[in-house]
Structures are given as structure tokens and as C-alpha cells.
């Protein structure tokens, strides 16, 4: 049973548009963690969330941990090619579990 | 310098064959990991090591094996490959298990039984 559920699961926009991506679950975390895979490599870590209500920014990445730690959501300001890239959210369990996933497509 | 490196990078094999699939970390870090990732994306937990012991273990058939000749490196062999064992296979580390500071991934093997 996964915990995780991320919509949408596909996201196609086209460059400088903005959008916001999420990670849903009826659990509470003491933390959730958000990666970015891009084609041919493995997932690279991009934020770590831990207080609910947390927002954590990287440069055009917003991170938001919901109140009640069950949620959170990746906004993309002005999203580039370059943030080309399948996003996952993941709480660890003794191991690190991930979502299913959005797979995110920039076009030129 | 790779922090964590796993090769090969691609493994086309038949069915039936045995394969292993090696991996090192030159991170320092304490608990090694295996993934699979299937067709759809999704990335699912096989074994973690800790100093050298088993610590999970999912329903993963016992046709695989991880092994660890040290802390730096965790191997997944697999016997009687079946068609169903196509994938991308990732190995992991990190610091320790509840690590707040994420899992570090291999760039994967793509594994094709033909």
C-alpha cells in the first residue's frame, strides 16, 4: 500500500509558466523529503521538510509541509527545460519510501 | 568523484542466467541500499545493509541475494533471471537509516532479461 499519492502524475507546460505539484497522504510524517530524477540517473535529494506549515525555498522551488504534516506541495516559478524531470516525495519508514511520482516536461 | 557508483550501467541477459550487479560508496556512510524502479517509475525498496547485516528485507524472491564485502560496498546477485526482473536496479547510502540528510543514489542499472 503506498502512503504516498502525488498528482498529477504527468505535467507538461511550456517554458516560464508556473506550477505546483503534489504529495498527498491520510499519515502523519515527522518529515517528508522531496527528489528530482532526471532521465538516465538516480534521484538526486532536493529538500528536507519537518515543521508543519514549513516553507523551504530553492532559488524557483517552493517547498511547503503542510500544517498537520500529512501534505506537501513543489511550486516551480518560471519553470525551465532544465527542471525537466520525474518529482518525488518520500518519508522514511527505516528505509526511505517513495510516491509514484510526476513526471515533469518542459518545453522549449 | 562518483560518490556512489554502480556498474554496469546497462545488463542485457537471458533468462535463466545469473547476474550480479556491483556497488560502492566513498561517502563514509554507515547503511547501503537496493531499489528497483519499474516501468512506471515507481522506486520500491529491496534490502538495506547496516555494517554488514541484513536490516529489511521485502518480498523480494530469494532468486536475489545482496552482499556486502564491507561498508563500502553492497553487490546484488540474482539467479535464474526471469523476464519479470527487467528494470532499473539503484543502489543507495546513506548516513544512517532515519537520516534527515537523504538517501545518495547510484545512476542506475538497467537490467533487460531477454
Known amino acids: 500500500t503506498q502512503l504516498l499519492e502525488q498528482s498529477p502524475q504527468f505535467l507538461s507546460i511550456q517554458e516560464g509558466e508556473n506550477l505546483t505539484v503534489y504529495c498527498n497522504s491520510s499519515?502523519?510524517?515527522?518529515?517528508l523529503q522531496w527528489y528530482r530524477q532526471e532521465p538516465g540517473e538516480g534521484p538526486v535529494l532536493l529538500v528536507t521538510?519537518?515543521?508543519?506549515?514549513e516553507v523551504k525555498k530553492l532559488k524557483r522551488l517552493t517547498f511547503q509541509f503542510g500544517d498537520a504534516r500529512k501534505d506537501s506541495s513543489l511550486h516551480i516559478t518560471a519553470a525551465q527545460p532544465g527542471d525537466t524531470g520525474l518529482y518525488l516525495c518520500?518519508?522514511?519508514?527505516?528505509?526511505?519510501?517513495f510516491g509514484a511520482g510526476t513526471r515533469l516536461t518542459v518545453k522549449p | 568523484d562518483t560518490a556512489v557508483s554502480q556498474t554496469p550501467k546497462y545488463l542485457v541477459t537471458q533468462m535463466g542466467n545469473d547476474k550480479s550487479i556491483k556497488c560502492e560508496q566513498n561517502?563514509?556512510?554507515?547503511?547501503m541500499y537496493w531499489y528497483k524502479q519499474d516501468s512506471k517509475k515507481f522506486l520500491k525498496i529491496m534490502f538495506s545493509?547496516?555494517?554488514?547485516?541484513?536490516?529489511i528485507n521485502e518480498t523480494v524472491p530469494n532468486r536475489f541475494s545482496p552482499k556486502s564485502p564491507d561498508k563500502a560496498h553492497l553487490n546484488l546477485h540474482i539467479n535464474s533471471l526471469e523476464l519479470g526482473d527487467s528494470a532499473v536496479y539503484f543502489c543507495?547510502?546513506?548516513?544512517?537509516?532515519?537520516?534527515?540528510?537523504?538517501?545518495?543514489f547510484g545512476s542506475g542499472t538497467r537490467l533487460t532479461v531477454v
Open positions: 543507495a547510502s546513506s548516513q544512517a537509516s532515519l537520516s534527515l540528510y537523504g538517501y545518495t
Open positions: 499519515s502523519v510524517f515527522s518529515s
Open positions: 521538510v519537518v515543521t508543519g506549515g
Open positions: 518520500a518519508y522514511n519508514n527505516n528505509d526511505m519510501r
Open positions: 561517502l563514509g556512510h554507515d547503511t
Open positions: 545493509y547496516n555494517n554488514k547485516e541484513l536490516i
